[in-house]
């Protein structure tokens, strides 16, 4: 790449400076929704229908009480999912990890016409929408 | 021959297939390739569970086709396709084009651009709900109202999401391009828009390639934000019956499976429509730009 000096003589050029200016608004629009959402998430239920996009005030103003129904609605306690979906996504990382680093290694040292086809099966199976398989799995 | 069999007998790896090979291939068999065949068998059945299929042939196909529902769906998804793989490796190409000249605060740019992308479908789907219907509701209307909303709306959830992701692809592609080519072609006089066009873009085409392919099926694929966002309304009512407006393919086949038991024959066979689809579109449009790669 280059030396420091001059990609620092880069950065200071008044176009490039525009264009931090430019693209400082548009991140700033693009991390919008985010803020809105996490806005929304301390008013009450009403309050988020009606002024969406209005800073929640004395009267909407809902503090901590939908995290504490998010924690604890329904009969499936929250942090109950996200110990599953935890289990699940450390267990099948390490799984998915060791089979397919061994197949991937034997595929690629061995070149028979078995290796071939398992090798263009799963190629394949990226192309196949979810619904193909939806019902009969 | 003679001497591939002895290659052959004397490759010691052969002996440690089971070991290697099996497990990926076991779960690959019973987690696609099984659903996947039976799917294509039950395409031609009549069924409400797996188990009790009987034959029909081509009665499902008949159905599937004579389904207006159907063809509104695939024109629907055919221009959301369209228009969404344009817009977002548009913009995708162009933020990279921008983050990869060494502008002050790239780095905070190119986290703040792909984060969407670590937010789930359905969440998303209905993030943007709340917001358009914020909005909308200062016109005394809504996203669930009118077609074109949910149509635009969806477009616009698209590339909010994907534009991030699109972005790193082209980025690792515009850092591969040769420092010499560009400085020779400066030294020739070539102007900004001549680089662009005739180093920039024949050397970034691998990219190019992969995220078209991506966009393209992601697009083609979509489910999730659909299910979302306007699940299909408006409703228009025509003597076939019930259309709904903004409903994608995927949508469909669910739709047709879980709203009426007597058509999962039907809802398979869509399914295997589709699955033939995106795969010929796939195979198009790889055939088509992989010609435009160049070597290096």
């Given at each position: 790449?280059?030396?420091?000096?001059f990609?620092?003589d880069?950065?200071?050029?008044?176009?490039?400076?525009?264009?931090?200016i430019?693209?400082?608004?548009?991140?700033?629009?693009?991390?919008?929704?985010?803020?809105?959402?996490l806005?929304?998430?301390?008013?009450?239920?009403?309050?988020?229908?009606?002024?969406?996009?209005?800073?929640?005030?004395?009267?909407?103003?809902?503090?901590?009480?939908?995290?504490?129904?998010?924690?604890?609605?329904?009969?499936?306690?929250?942090?109950?999912?996200?110990?599953?979906?935890f289990?699940?996504?450390?267990?099948?990382?390490?799984l998915?990890?060791?089979?397919?680093?061994?197949?991937?290694?034997?595929?690629?040292?061995?070149?028979n016409?078995?290796?071939?086809?398992v090798?263009?099966?799963?190629?394949?199976?990226?192309?196949?929408?979810?619904?193909?398989?939806?019902?009969?799995? | 021959?003679?001497?591939?069999?002895?290659?052959?007998?004397?490759?010691?790896l052969?002996?440690?297939?089971?070991?290697?090979?099996?497990?990926?291939?076991?779960?690959?068999?019973?987690?696609?390739?099984?659903?996947?065949?039976?799917?294509?068998?039950?395409?031609?059945c009549?069924?409400?569970?797996?188990?009790?299929?009987?034959?029909?042939?081509?009665?499902?196909y008949?159905?599937a086709?004579?389904?207006?529902?159907?063809?509104?769906?695939?024109?629907?998804?055919?221009?959301f396709t369209?228009?969404?793989?344009?817009?977002?490796?548009?913009f995708a190409?162009?933020?990279?084009?921008?983050?990869?000249?060494?502008?002050?605060?790239?780095n905070?740019?190119?986290?703040?651009?792909?984060?969407?992308?670590?937010?789930?479908?359905?969440?998303?789907?209905?993030?943007?709900?709340?917001?358009?219907?914020?909005?909308?509701?200062?016109?005394?209307?809504?996203?669930?109202?009118?077609s074109?909303?949910?149509?635009?709306?969806?477009?616009?959830?698209?590339?909010?999401?994907?534009?991030?992701?699109?972005?790193?692809?082209?980025?690792?592609?515009?850092q591969?391009?040769?420092?010499?080519?560009?400085?020779?072609?400066?030294?020739?006089?070539?102007?900004?828009?001549?680089?662009?066009?005739?180093?920039?873009?024949?050397?970034?085409?691998?990219?190019?390639?992969?995220?078209?392919?991506?966009?393209?099926?992601?697009?083609?694929?979509?489910?999730d934000?659909?299910?979302?966002?306007?699940?299909?309304?408006?409703?228009?009512?025509?003597?076939?019956?019930?259309?709904?407006?903004t409903?994608?393919i995927?949508?469909?086949?669910?739709?047709?499976?879980?709203?009426?038991?007597?058509?999962?024959?039907?809802?398979?066979?869509?399914?295997?429509?589709?699955?033939i689809?995106?795969?010929?579109?796939?195979?198009?449009?790889?055939?088509?730009?992989?010609?435009?790669?160049?070597?290096?």
């Amino acid at each position: 790449m280059k030396s420091k000096d001059f990609t620092l003589d880069k950065k200071n050029k008044p176009s490039n400076i525009i264009l931090t200016i430019v693209f400082s608004a548009i991140s700033l629009i693009y991390v919008l929704p985010v803020l809105v959402v996490l806005m929304n998430s301390f008013k009450f239920n009403e309050y988020v229908n009606s002024t969406t996009f209005e800073l929640p005030n004395a009267m909407s103003f809902a503090g901590f009480n939908n995290y504490i129904k998010g924690m604890t609605f329904g009969n499936y306690p929250f942090f109950n999912s996200v110990f599953y979906s935890f289990t699940i996504t450390i267990l099948s990382t390490i799984l998915i990890l060791l089979c397919t680093s061994m197949c991937a290694w034997y595929l690629s040292r061995v070149d028979n016409f078995i290796c071939k086809v398992v090798y263009y099966l799963c190629v394949f199976s990226m192309v196949v929408p979810f619904q193909m398989v939806m019902f009969t799995l | 021959m003679k001497d591939r069999k002895r290659i052959k007998r004397l490759n010691p790896l052969r002996a440690y297939f089971p070991i290697f090979v099996l497990p990926t291939l076991a779960a690959f068999i019973i987690g696609f390739l099984y659903p996947f065949i039976k799917g294509i068998y039950l395409s031609f059945c009549t069924f409400r569970t797996t188990s009790d299929a009987k034959w029909v042939g081509l009665e499902n196909y008949i159905k599937a086709f004579n389904d207006e529902g159907f063809f509104h769906a695939f024109w629907y998804t055919a221009l959301f396709t369209l228009v969404s793989v344009i817009v977002i490796n548009l913009f995708a190409f162009m933020v990279a084009y921008v983050l990869t000249r060494g502008i002050r605060g790239s780095n905070t740019f190119r986290t703040v651009f792909f984060m969407p992308n670590l937010i789930g479908g359905i969440v998303l789907g209905y993030i943007w709900q709340m917001i358009f219907d914020g909005i909308l509701r200062n016109y005394g209307t809504s996203i669930v109202l009118d077609s074109r909303f949910g149509f635009w709306g969806l477009i616009i959830l698209m590339a909010w999401q994907q534009i991030g992701y699109m972005m790193i692809i082209y980025i690792a592609g515009l850092q591969s391009v040769p420092e010499e080519l560009n400085e020779a072609a400066k030294i020739d006089g070539a102007n900004g828009w001549q680089v662009l066009k005739n180093i920039t873009i024949p050397t970034v085409m691998p990219s190019i390639t992969i995220c078209t392919f991506l966009t393209l099926t992601n697009s083609f694929k979509l489910f999730d934000q659909n299910l979302a966002l306007t699940n299909g309304a408006p409703i228009a009512f025509t003597a076939e019956g019930a259309i709904k407006q903004t409903e994608m393919i995927a949508l469909n086949i669910y739709n047709t499976f879980y709203t009426n038991a007597n058509w999962r024959g039907v809802g398979q066979a869509k399914a295997v429509l589709f699955f033939i689809l995106v795969a010929a579109i796939a195979l198009i449009q790889l055939r088509f730009t992989r010609k435009r790669e160049v070597q290096q």
